[in-house]
């Protein structure tokens, strides 16, 4: 149950959901949300696809357990309840991969258990599993997830093969080609995260020049901010048109104001 006692009624269907997460709100490239992981991991698409994929189990049922909790779990602890189903996720999925995969787990490193911390799997638990049923929200959370590996993915993909003229482990440039080091490198990571990116904005612009519907869903933005239990909406942190925030108070000093004239002229 919501804040307000009502139910989640804005969340889509789980095929819209997986969309969203894919391509509207894209983690990275539309939001840019898990920064540090996305720089630091993406030397190869192996990392990529590993890291995202980690991250998307995790998300996918820590979006579950949240959602079958969430009239059980009180207000003002939510934050630290949502940390500690995370982080045994977390463990879980270390365990595992330290198990069955060592060579992935050496490559991720201290990135593994900073999945704890990214703002991508507690914005969701806040924003969307708190709020609304267990399919959507896994779903939600499936969608989020295979957006972040698809993303991890391609940045890792385009960094290999422009710095060791590789793809999976795979040569595929010509024995000519001689690398350029830099994008396996830190540096490397901002280049093609940001050509990246201006790639799908330009789609977006286009899409959106053609009539298409390319805005954002706003995690099931339902355009009623006065009844809204979204904490995470933009609207209400960037003062966007229809914010609560900024018509309240627009409308308090208003109302301020014509009480102020109105015991003026009352006076004289």
Known sequence: MSKNGKEGSYGGSSMERLY?????????????????????VTTSAMNGLGMGLTTMVVLALSNMIISL?????????RIPAFIVVIASFVTMVELLLEGFLPALYDALGLYIPLIVVNCIILGRAEAYASKNPVIPSLFDG??????????LTCIGAVRELIGAGEIFGLHIMPDSYVPCAIFIMAPGAFFVLAA???????????????????????????EDCMNCGEKGCSHR???????????????????????VNADGKGRE
């Open 20 to 40: 969203n997460g894919l391509v509207k709100e894209n983690p990275t490239f539309v939001l840019m949300l898990g920064m540090c992981p996305t720089l630091a």
């Open 69 to 77: 909790l969430r009239g059980i779990i009180p207000d003002k602890v």
């Open 142 to 151: 499936i969608g989020m997830g295979l957006g972040f590996s698809f993303a």
């Open 196 to 222: 990246l990116t201006a790639i799908q904005n330009k789609i977006r612009i286009n899409g959106e020049k053609k009539g298409r519907d390319m805005s954002k869903i706003q995690s099931g933005c339902n």
């Open 237 to 259: 942190f960037y003062g966007a048109s229809g914010s609560p925030e900024k018509e309240s108070g627009n409308g308090r000093r208003g109302k301020n104001a014509q009480a």
